[in-house]
């Protein structure tokens, strides 16, 4: 493992331990070279999974980029970092054993918004607004008249 501080290749392990309900083992390294420390984490990758774009683009698949949107949809929602972890690992565990390698990108949309969708309604409804480029308020008003508690204007 390289050193993102100096670059250097001679690192070593100093300590181990499985996080995440054993999914991913957390390791702490230390570079040989310049002494800096710092965390990596290893987690199985059962295959090589591509996200298709609308236009046809294939682009590999990023968990950090799924963490990412659903983290700015929950931003200031009470919704913790493990929770957060939850949904992702739920969303990578459906799409890998879907046995399908190749993910349209609608696809990857609705099972996060089907997930945000049962955490918090805030943040389903944000992260919607992104995923249907809402245009404008009527968008958000039209959405919101369709969720579950809103259809006969109580709330």
């Known amino acids: 493992m390289r050193c993102p501080f100096c670059g ?7 300590d181990s331990r499985p996080v995440e309900d054993a999914a991913v083992i957390r390791r702490r390294r230390q570079c ?3 002494g800096a420390r710092f965390t990596t984490f290893e987690r199985v990758q059962l295959r090589e999974l591509a996200v ?3 236009d046809g683009r294939r682009v590999p698949f990023e968990r ?8 700015i949809a ?12 939850r949904i992702v690992n739920g969303i990578v565990r459906q799409i890998e054993t879907s046995g399908e390698s190749d993910i349209p990108s609608t696809r990857l949309g ?14 389903y409804v944000r992260f919607a607004s992104v ?20 259809e006969d204007g109580s709330g």
């Open 8 to 14: 250097a290749e001679d690192t070593q392990v100093k």
């Open 32 to 34: 040989a070279v310049c």
């Open 52 to 54: 298709v774009k609308k």
């Open 64 to 71: 950090d980029k799924l963490a990412r949107s659903i983290r």
């Open 74 to 85: 929950t931003r200031k929602r009470g919704i913790s970092e493990e929770q957060i972890e």
């Open 110 to 123: 609705e099972l996060a918004m089907a997930s945000l969708a049962e955490l918090d309604e805030v943040a």
């Open 131 to 150: 995923y249907r480029d809402f245009a404008d308020a009527r968008d958000f008003e039209e959405f919101i008249r369709r969720l579950p508690n809103g």
